[in-house]
T-cell receptor
Framework: GENVEQHPSTLSVQEGDSAVIKCTYSDSASNYFPWYKQELGKRPQLIIDIRSNVGEKKDQRIAVTLNKTAKHFSLHITETQPEDSAVYFCAAWYSGGGADGLTFGKGTHLIIQP | DTGVSQDPRHKITKRGQNVTFRCDPISEHNRLYWYRQTLGQGPEFLTYFQNEAQLEKSRLLSDRFSAERPKGSFSTLEIQRTEQGDSAMYLC???????????????FGEGSWLTVV
């Protein structure tokens, strides 16, 4: 099955600075990589995703890069704001045994210092 | 609200009791997933339905757990003889199916918190 590693587990940055969260995956057949933001007690919410036929995708202050050869992908948040504070999860879509789904990393707690 | 809805949102139960959670997916979605999330961890896959067919079950889903989706719409997750280790948030999610390259995206409900005392 798929295994997703996520680093760091906690990231503290000054407001206005950039934050980068990195993930690696094990199954080279995985082809879809979403990022979810989860605030305390709330549902994971999709913030950006990337598919294996694309190397980079950007949406305002958020960007994701994918290196299929190295099997890693990263989330970049620029000009961080207090409302960016949350737990961020990366995930990789796997297919196998007639079924498919997402395997998640353990999460990164992003803290934006005022 | 046309998102994924779950009920109840919170459940406190005594060890040994049975509990059941319900999930109503986004109406046009034919795929439905159950995940479990404990504090400080990412969601862990439990099981997955395409329409009414349960296509995959995780090893996390012991024989005390059962999930159904009888008419291919809402789903229930039942936990029998609950144990303290079952305390977690149970997340339901749905997607429209098709292939990943066709735009498949998974949307989560707000979750059902279970506390076993």
């Amino acid at each position: 099955g798929e295994n997703v590693e996520q680093h760091p587990s906690t990231l503290s940055v000054q407001e206005g600075d950039s934050a980068v969260i990195k993930c690696t995956y094990s199954d080279s057949a995985s082809n879809y990589f979403p990022w979810y933001k989860q605030e305390l007690g709330k549902r994971p919410q999709l913030i950006i995703d990337i598919r294996s036929n694309v190397g980079e995708k950007k949406d305002q202050r958020i960007a994701v890069t994918l290196n299929k050869t190295a099997k890693h992908f990263s989330l970049h948040i620029t000009e961080t704001q207090p409302e960016d504070s949350a737990v961020y999860f990366c995930a990789a879509w796997y297919s196998g045994g007639g079924a498919d789904g997402l395997t998640f990393g353990k999460g990164t707690h992003l803290i934006i210092q005022p | 609200d046309t998102g994924v809805s779950q009920d109840p949102r919170h459940k406190i139960t005594k060890r040994g009791q049975n509990v059941t959670f319900r999930c109503d997916p986004i109406s046009e979605h034919n795929r439905l997933y159950w995940y479990r999330q404990t504090l400080g961890q990412g969601p862990e896959f439990l099981t997955y339905f395409q329409n009414e067919a349960q296509l995959e079950k995780s090893r996390l889903l012991s024989d005390r757990f059962s999930a159904e989706r009888p008419k291919g719409s809402f789903s229930t997750l039942e936990i029998q003889r609950t144990e303290q280790g079952d305390s977690a948030m149970y997340l339901c999610a749905s997607s429209s199916g098709g292939t990943v390259h066709s735009g498949n995206t998974i949307y989560f409900g707000e979750g059902s918190w279970l506390t076993v005392v």
